[in-house]
């Protein structure tokens, strides 16, 4: 069983296009996120969801868009895309922790991860 | 927000002891220091949490010091299957509001 899943592994695709990338969970989590990871390894969050509501947004083109039709699925839609967006992205979930001082963590699950190249 | 700073890469040989410092100077109250491994062509997977002091179990250690502006991540007698890039982050756990903001990471070479 896949925790964290993404479709597709690969996409390759021309400036300008519109594309998406899927992520499901079965974990029954509450929070799923999307990172994007550059070629120098840096790993940087771009959404995160939570029952259906973003609460983190980082600085990201708004070509960008997150869809949630439910709390298992947080795909990731790109419009007009440049050469730039050229990168792995990851999909995570977690299950936010308890109250602070509980002993409970809060582990982010991350998928295979999809690599986008622009031509 | 807790920028974090790590080595770009360690290398190491089969059976020693690897520790990985961390440094977060600007770390918060409620940010809790998390560290994940990532193999090639796959996602970044938890490897150990702390909120300070000492926290072990059955793959690594974490050591934070009492002022929390730095940790490190001990794992023992390394194999090469360890060969990896290990991320710190800092955030807190209940993550309402907060930034999740991974280190450079640390790209470890195990050698037999």
């Known amino acids: 069983d896949t925790a964290v899943s993404q479709t597709p592994k690969y996409l390759v695709t021309q400036m300008g296009n519109d594309k998406s990338i899927k992520c499901e969970q079965n974990?029954?989590?509450?929070?799923m996120y999307w990172y994007k990871q550059d070629s120098k390894k840096f790993l940087k969050i771009m959404f995160s969801?939570?029952?259906?509501?973003?609460?983190i947004n980082e600085t990201v083109p708004n070509r960008f868009s997150p869809k949630s039709p439910d709390k298992a699925h947080l795909n990731l839609h790109i419009n007009s895309l440049e050469l730039g967006d050229s990168a792995v992205y990851f999909c995570?979930?977690?299950?936010?922790?308890?109250?602070?001082?509980?002993?409970?963590?809060?582990?982010?699950?991350f998928g295979p991860g999809t690599r986008l190249t622009v031509l | 927000l807790a920028k974090t700073t790590q080595p770009i890469s360690m290398d190491s040989y089969e059976g020693q002891e690897v520790n990985i410092t961390c440094s977060h100077n600007?770390?918060?109250?409620?940010?809790?220091i998390t560290w994940y491994q990532q193999f090639p062509s796959q996602g970044p997977r938890f490897i150990i949490q702390?909120?300070?002091t000492k926290v072990t179990n059955e793959v690594a250690s974490l050591f934070i010091p009492a002022d929390r502006k730095s940790s490190t991540l001990s794992l023992p007698r390394v194999s090469l299957s360890d060969t990896a890039v290990y991320y710190c982050?800092?955030?807190?756990?209940?993550?309402?509001?907060?930034?999740?903001?991974f280190g450079q990471g640390t790209e470890l070479s195990v050698k037999p």
């Open positions: 995570a979930s977690s299950q936010l922790a308890g109250l602070a001082g509980d002993d409970s963590y809060n582990e982010q699950f």
């Open positions: 974990l029954g989590h509450d929070t």
């Open positions: 969801y939570n029952n259906k509501e973003l609460i």
């Open positions: 600007n770390i918060a109250t409620n940010d809790y």
């Open positions: 702390g909120y300070k």
């Open positions: 982050l800092v955030a807190p756990i209940y993550n309402q509001g907060g930034k999740l903001i």
